[in-house]
């Protein structure tokens, strides 16, 4: 075995999302699963698909394009790039778009392909990340997009929890039946998909709150963490430890716990703090900033202190703890969002799917 190992549990994300499909069905509300946290793990994208979700999303090309033997719609959760158009094309089903501009290259590609490609027509309800934020642009924007006999217009989609950090609330949706009516109307359709957001929207899921216009969410978080992203919300009839790392000890020396001489800025040109405990027994474990961020992992040995982090060495005491580590130990961490976000994007971190060959 390799290490640092991230071992993904494809059990408890089916179970997961399983349970959270049954939950939204409830509501007539679809799944768009994010794989974006996963970096085109396959393994994963099949599981979400095998427990039901609607589509698969991500915002790189590159891991949508690996999924090409999945038999489900890929959306391009990232507004394409004038660049990249012609492959969001080629291998994604719809597109989450905002930009005249790019739905013009979007339409002449679909157009050269002879293909019709989906589009969701992104509102800012007030993240102030992509979408419309003025109603009167996008409404004069319609007269243009109909204009795209290569581009079907889904429906709208909207963000919240991420450059802004809004939390969506029911009321936050209020020019929604006016946008919806409107679409009908301009491009003759009944069914829209009025995608309501993300993990963010979930909990209105719980509490009976969500509108009833709303019939699709894209959820990242909540199906890999049982965790929603506007309160931090973990539910208790879901897993919160699909992933794991796991990271060998490199050295185990006793140091002094401040370092001696001047203190400058550390290779990441922040200014360290180091509270002076004495000698202590610290452990160098092979996994640094490179791969994961040290504030987004957790010790299994509650006994283990993480000190600090280089690019390659996390800095431990361990001291305090019942086991008597040995150099070439393992130690386990759980992971969250981010930090497997980061490893899931790290060529030096090694992947591993585990799951019950009978299910």
């Known amino acids: 075995m390799y290490y640092p190992l991230l071992t993904i549990d494809l059990d408890k994300i089916y179970s997961n999302t399983v349970k959270i499909k049954n939950k939204c069905l409830k509501h007539n509300i679809d799944i768009t699963a994010i794989t974006k946290c996963t970096g085109g793990n396959i393994g994963v994208a099949e599981t979400l698909a095998q427990a039901g979700v609607k589509a698969l999303g991500d915002s790189r090309l590159i ?5 090409k033997s999945i038999n489900i719609p ?3 959760i990232r507004i394409p790039m004038m660049s990249e158009a012609e492959r969001t094309v080629m291998h994604c089903d719809v597109s989450l778009n905002s930009e005249i501009k790019v739905l013009q290259e979007l339409n002449y590609q679909a157009k050269k392909l002879r293909k019709k490609h989906g589009i969701l027509l992104m509102i800012d309800i007030g993240d102030l990340r992509e979408g ?42 209020s020019n ?6 409107v679409l009908r109307e301009k491009f003759n359709k009944e069914k829209l998909i ?6 963010g929207s979930y909990y209105m899921i719980e509490n009976g709150t969500i509108p009833n216009f709303i019939n699709n969410l894209r959820l990242g978080e909540m ?63 092979g996994v640094g900033r490179q791969d994961v961020s040290p504030e987004n992992i957790v010790c299994e040995d509650k006994d283990i202190q993480i000190i600090t982090s280089s690019s390659d060495h996390l800095i431990t005491d361990i001291t305090d703890s019942k086991i008597d580590y040995q150099v070439g130990d393992i130690v386990n961490f759980d992971c969250n969002y981010v930090s497997t976000l980061n490893m899931n994007t790290s060529n030096y971190v090694f992947k591993t799917t585990k799951k019950d060959v009978g299910r």
């Open 194 to 199: 009025v995608s309501g957001g993300n993990s």
């Open 63 to 67: 891991n949508l394009e690996l999924f």
């Open 132 to 173: 419309w934020y003025d109603l009167d642009e996008f409404y004069k924007s319609l007269n243009e997009i109909k204009k795209l006999d290569h581009l079907d217009v889904l429906g709208i989609g909207t963000n919240t929890n991420c450059a802004g950090a809004l939390i969506p609330e029911p009321d936050s949706f």
């Open 223 to 285: 199906l890999l963490f049982g965790k929603e992203s506007s309160f931090q919300k973990k539910y208790d009839y879901l897993y919160h430890d699909a992933f794991k790392l796991q990271a060998e000890i490199i050295e185990i020396k006793t140091k002094p716990s401040k370092p001696k001489g001047l203190i400058g800025k550390d290779a990441f040109c922040e200014d360290p703090i180091f509270e002076d405990k004495g000698l202590r027994k610290r452990a160098l474990i």
């Open 176 to 181: 929604f039946p006016k946008i919806i009516e």
């Open 74 to 76: 890929k959306w391009l």
